[in-house]
């Protein structure tokens, strides 16, 4: 039987455990309001950037040959996953469900023979990948956005990319995240980046689209030239919106797995009050015999 | 036919302004875009300059903006910009900061660095905005 100075002991552990969960909970919960703030004002851009895309993609593409980034490089022999995680744990299997993903992709790319290159924003993912996959890690991006995620940061992901695409370092290039649906539920996502597919798929809804404005742009300078300008903007436009779902998304995570943890601690807490009152009646009881047995001796 | 436009300005953190206009001078990459209503359609890089959003004869609001995209469809144009700032209500100060801290920044990091350009566009970005608040101040008063 416990004796009751350690179950004690192990109810206020317990108890302040619970006090710590349930305060970074609120804690998450009003950074996910913020993320989710920051991402929904967001959209506009992406949006935008996305229309005007498809109005470019769809005049561009197959009668000029196109720019690399829209059309690739032809090849398709070494890959660029991007996986982004987030610095912190604590927030149930928001990184394990990333790291399974981006294990699976290698898996698939390794077995046709493919050349895989790993960039990893967030530590966790790092982390992890480093143990199975160490050579395939080329460059990793920490602490990004501690205190406000900033375009700037995208940005600079996205210069490096880019430039690595320049050197002819990788053919394809994916992003791999969580998109957030909810505060419950976030769904791993891997998008291609580069070269940048369904453009051309969403080609002849666009000119549909074309149609009912009756609008053929013009461009200027010339439409190549918009083109190459706004690709690489594109990406860091893309790259910024992962970001983002992707914080948002940490930030769910944490509050539905301190909740959970909270939720269990309540529960513990509940289970060792009754076996230290039992235990509790169970002394007094053996004291009271112990004393009336002690009296009728005599 | 209508006699304003739809003008919005948005930058990759937000939308920025949503406002009808009877004109907006865009700085386009070959030369400013002056934009009616029923401009033909038109996509156009935009350089580093100031927007002048006119309504009623009067220029409403002046934003710098630091270089992007214009797209102008049916009486609807659509600004997307790296980075905006409103000029009517941008603080002095913190301009000056920031052009003071992109020179400190730009003396410190070595010519062969390969971040190197970005603190050089940082600079001329916050010069351009320095004159850009100049002019605009002065036209003003």
Do not use: W
């Not at chain 1, 506009?44 to 059309?71: C, H, Q, T």
């Amino acid at each position: 039987m416990p004796n009751l100075k350690d179950l004690r002991i192990r109810i206020e552990s317990v108890k302040s455990t619970q006090k710590i969960t349930s305060a970074m909970k609120m804690v998450a919960a009003a950074k996910l309001r913020r993320a989710q703030e920051q991402a929904e004002s967001a959209r506009p851009y992406s949006d935008r950037m996305d229309r005007m895309m498809v109005s470019l993609a769809s005049g561009i593409g197959e009668n000029l040959g196109g720019p690399k980034l829209l059309v690739g490089n032809g090849k398709s022999n070494i890959h660029l996953i991007v996986v982004i995680s987030s610095d912190r744990g604590l927030c149930g299997g928001f990184n394990t469900y990333i790291v399974r993903e981006v294990r699976r992709q290698i898996d698939l790319l390794d077995e046709s023979g493919k050349k895989i290159k790993i960039l990893c924003v967030g530590r966790k993912a790092r982390d992890v990948l480093r143990r199975s996959y160490a050579a395939y890690i080329i460059e990793s991006f920490e602490d990004l956005g501690r205190q406000h995620l900033s375009y700037s940061d995208a940005s600079e992901i996205a210069n490096h990319v880019l430039k690595l695409f320049e050197n002819d370092e990788f053919d394809i290039c994916t992003i791999v995240y969580n998109r957030f649906q909810s505060a419950i539920s976030q769904v791993v996502t891997a998008q291609q980046l580069i070269p940048l597919r369904g453009y051309k798929n969403s080609t002849e809804a666009s000119v549909e689209a074309h149609n009912v404005n009756g609008a053929v742009h013009e461009f200027e300078p010339s439409e190549k030239e918009i083109l190459s300008d706004l690709l690489p903007r594109n990406i860091a436009v893309q790259i910024f919106r992962a970001l983002l779902e992707s914080a948002a998304s940490e930030h769910g995570a944490r509050m539905t797995a301190m909740d959970n943890a909270t939720r269990n601690a309540g529960e513990m807490i509940d289970d060792l009050t009754l076996t230290y009152n039992r235990t509790r009646q169970a002394v007094i009881t053996s004291e009271l015999i112990e004393i009336i047995s002690g009296a009728e001796a005599l | 036919m209508l006699d304003t436009i739809e003008f919005e300005l948005v930058t990759p953190e937000k939308l920025m302004i949503s406002m009808t206009a009877s004109m907006v001078v865009i700085p386009g990459a070959e030369g400013d875009l002056g934009i009616l209503p029923s401009h033909t359609p038109i996509i156009s890089s935009i350089r580093t300059g100031v927007i002048d959003v006119h309504n009623e004869s009067k220029i409403e609001r002046k934003i710098f903006v630091s270089g992007g995209s214009v797209e102008m469809i049916v009486d609807h144009c659509t600004v997307l910009a790296d980075e905006a700032i409103f000029l009517d209500d941008a603080d002095q100060n913190s301009i000056s900061q920031r052009l003071l801290a992109a020179r400190k920044a730009l003396e410190e990091v070595s010519a062969e660095d390969p971040s190197r350009p970005r603190f050089e566009k940082e600079l001329f970005l916050a010069e351009a905005l320095k004159d850009a608040l100049e002019s605009s101040s002065k036209s003003s008063s």
